[in-house]
């Protein structure tokens, strides 16, 4: 059971590029989530999803996107990478009532 | 006022000791309530649900005081492994079914 899923696990990019962060759940829960988190803060809620077929913007969604291409999958994209947008990018999901589950992280650089 | 609020430490104890860390949230309506561990640049994971009889997991103690609205971790005999950052997190049935997380609190067991 792999729980969150998050690829790539790494990546590098030039100012500009654009590039999309995957994320799949095995758990059949509806809500997904994306977050950052930069050196010695906390998380901070970039998009969320409460259920397939919605998506909302959270506390820092600027430069971002996002697709729920189903129940499993929660996809971020950046249009045009900015220095800015370097962090550590975690994906979560959860069921009502219940507590999140994370996946291990895309550690992005942005040249 | 921030929704959660914890004192980021850092706590820096001996092995052995007893620790505890204190969390306050704003929300009134919030219905769940759990601690989760975040260990240095990997993903937060659960540590416990704080039920508001209070609750014990082997040497963690979890406390609720809904009237305060405050949340509160025991760690006895501290461990070397316990070394990391303790995120106090709360949720309530809002609309994304979302979490709210504290910014952490660093805890640093030293031999």
């Known amino acids: 059971n792999a729980g969150v899923t998050q690829t790539p696990k790494f990546q590098v990019l030039k100012t500009g590029q654009s590039m999309t962060l995957q994320c799949a759940q095995d758990m059949n829960h509806n809500s997904m989530y994306w ?35 189903n129940k499993r999958e929660f996809s971020l994209r950046l249009e045009s990478a900015a220095p800015s ?20 992280g895309t550690r992005l650089s942005i040249l | ?21 204190n969390c306050t949230y704003s929300n009134s309506a919030s219905q769940s309530f759990f ?24 040497r963690f103690t979890a406390q609720l005081n809904r009237a ?20 106090c997190v709360v949720g309530g ?3 994304g079914n979302m979490l709210t997380f504290g910014g952490g609190t660093r805890l640093m067991v030293k031999p």
């Open chain 2, 35 to 58: 601690w989760y561990r975040q260990d240095c640049r990997k993903e937060p994971k659960l540590l416990m649900s704080v039920y508001s009889s209070g609750n014990e997991d082997g």
């Open chain 2, 68 to 87: 305060s609205q405050y949340i509160s971790l025991l760690i006895r005999d501290s461990k070397l492994s316990d070394s990391a950052t303790y995120l």
């Open chain 1, 35 to 69: 977050y950052r988190q930069d050196p010695g803060m906390g998380l901070r809620l970039i998009y969320y999803s409460a259920s397939e077929g919605t998506t909302d913007k959270g506390e820092v969604p600027n430069g971002y996107n996002v697709s729920r291409l």
């Open chain 2, 93 to 95: 049935f809002n609309a």
């Open chain 1, 85 to 104: 947008q370097t962090s550590v990018y975690f994906c979560a999901s959860k069921e009502w009532g219940q507590p999140q589950h994370f996946g291990d």
């Open chain 2, 1 to 21: 006022r921030k929704e959660v609020e914890q004192d980021p430490g850092p706590f820096n104890v001996p092995e052995g000791a007893t620790v505890a860390f």
